[in-house]
């Protein structure tokens, strides 16, 4: 079981350019996450899942956008990076409100 | 808003030392409560967590936490730390009422320990 798998691992992106980071989950989980890691900020939210067919905005949603065609994949979209967006990207996941979070490895994405 | 609050930004100990990190948060209502580690270059994993009861808790590794709720808090113990437990911790809550699930965390705590 892998549980959560994220692609790329890593990614030197140039401003402007549209990024599409992948997570998919083998847990049949309902709900799936998208955070972003920034030193001394800790892990702030950008989008969030409770089930396939719904999103909401987390704390930073601006300058990003996800999907939720079915349960295992959410993936997340920057439309024109821009520097900013410099981060550690973790998709996480879990089986319902309340329940703990399963974190995939992350994306180091650099945006130049 | 809910926050959650982390005093200890960068903790150094040495191996055999005790350790405690301090959590704090801010909401009233009933609360899931988890402390989650991150090692050198890998993602996070779950320590432990408090959702009812026993407000002690125990995770893996020897860790333990309690949640007094008059206080708002749940600090992270552990009675003697090893040089495999230098990592980054982070503190994070979910509130119940008008919540979607989202955890909400601390800006992370850098335990450095010397062997």
């Known amino acids: 079981i892998a549980g959560i798998t994220q692609a790329p691992t890593s990614q030197i992106l140039a401003a402007g350019r549209r990024m599409t980071l992948r997570c998919t989950q083998d847990m049949r989980h309902n709900a799936m996450y998208w955070y972003r890691q920034d030193l001394g900020l800790g892990l702030r939210l950008i989008h969030y899942s409770n089930t396939a067919g719904t999103t909401g905005k987390g704390e930073v949603p601006d300058g990003y956008s996800v999907s939720r065609a079915n349960t295992d994949d959410f993936p997340l979209t920057l439309a024109s990076a821009v520097p900013s967006q410099t981060s550690v990207y973790f998709c996480?996941?879990?089986?319902?409100?309340?329940?703990?979070?399963?974190f995939g490895p992350g994306t180091r994405l650099t945006v130049l | 808003a809910q926050s959650v609050s982390q005093h200890n930004h960068h903790v150094i100990l040495s191996e055999a030392a005790s350790l405690e990190l301090g959590c704090n948060y801010s909401y009233g209502g009933t609360v899931n409560l988890f402390w989650y580690v991150q090692y050198p270059g890998q993602h996070l994993q779950l320590l432990l967590k408090?959702?009812?009861?026993?407000?002690l808790v125990k995770g893996i590794k020897g860790f333990e936490a309690e949640f007094i709720k008059s206080k708002f808090s749940f600090n992270l113990r552990k009675p003697s730390v090893q040089w495999s437990d230098t990592a980054e911790y982070f503190c994070a809550v979910n509130a119940y009422a008008g919540n979607t699930g989202k955890l909400i965390f601390g800006q992370g705590t850098t335990l450095q320990v010397k062997p």
């Open positions: 408090y959702f009812s009861g026993d407000p």
């Open positions: 996480a996941s879990s089986a319902g409100w309340g329940n703990e979070q399963f």
